[in-house]
């Protein structure tokens, strides 16, 4: 594939627990964006972080960069059942105009 | 604020016909994505404008795909004609800009071809 490869391919954690996700693609960047989407449903954006950036914070949500190792994770602290949904990075290339998003990580909170 | 609003949310079409989705951005954005999803994977890109000039529609296939923004606003992605893999849901997004924004989606359209 182009860009955009999450792992773990699934996750099941407990309630309370954190939740960690990562990101692997292959060519150099612009920006890194991360997604949620619950099932049946349209995404809802997460975070942004460019390539100049190592980490950012959002409430509960931690995403860092390794732009020499070319990948990404991101950390959902003391989880809820309601984060059960797909994740999914997408990647916005240095060159051109692509958007390339990623296979997804599905997350399952159990309460 | 409105969000993108798609429509129809579902459709049922036998193969060789044709069909077109309809998607309104949210007002003032003036980047538009159509992404195809299929069950079990991401979404791809098919193709993007900016105001009412198409950016890129490098994975948009042209033999049966189409796609206008009349007035740089509502977007409509036509199929025609359909075949067995092009069942998926088809989602609009919507941005200020370009790459480097945020984008909003819409609720998608689920497309069953039989």
């Known amino acids: 594939s182009q860009q955009g490869e999450e792992d773990p391919q699934a996750l099941s954690i407990q309630e309370g627990e954190n939740a960690t996700m990562n990101c692997s693609y292959k060519t150099s960047i612009n920006n890194l964006q991360w997604y949620r989407q619950n099932s049946g449903r349209g995404l809802v954006h997460l975070i942004l972080i460019r390539s100049n950036e190592r980490e950012k914070h959002s409430g509960r949500l931690r995403v860092t960069l390794d732009t020499s190792k070319k990948s990404s994770s991101l950390l959902i602290t003391a989880s809820r059942a309601a984060d059960t949904a797909s994740y999914f990075c997408a990647t916005a290339l240095d060159t051109g105009n692509q958007f390339y998003f990623g296979t997804g990580t599905s997350l399952t909170v159990i309460p | 604020e409105a969000g993108v609003a798609q429509s129809p949310r579902y459709k049922i079409i036998e193969k060789r016909q044709s069909v077109a989705f309809w998607c309104n951005p949210i007002s003032g954005h003036a980047t538009l994505y159509w992404y195809q999803q299929i069950l079990g994977q991401g979404p791809k890109l098919l193709i993007q404008f900016q105001n009412n000039g198409v950016v890129d529609d490098s994975q948009l296939p042209k033999d049966r795909f189409s796609a206008e923004r009349l007035k740089g606003v509502d977007s409509t992605l036509k199929i025609q004609p359909a075949k067995l893999e092009d069942s998926a849901v088809y989602l609009c997004?919507?941005?200020?800009?370009?790459?480097?924004?945020?984008?909003?989606f819409g609720p998608g359209t689920r497309l069953t071809v039989t």
């Open positions: 997004a919507s941005s200020l800009g370009g790459r480097t924004y945020e984008q909003y």
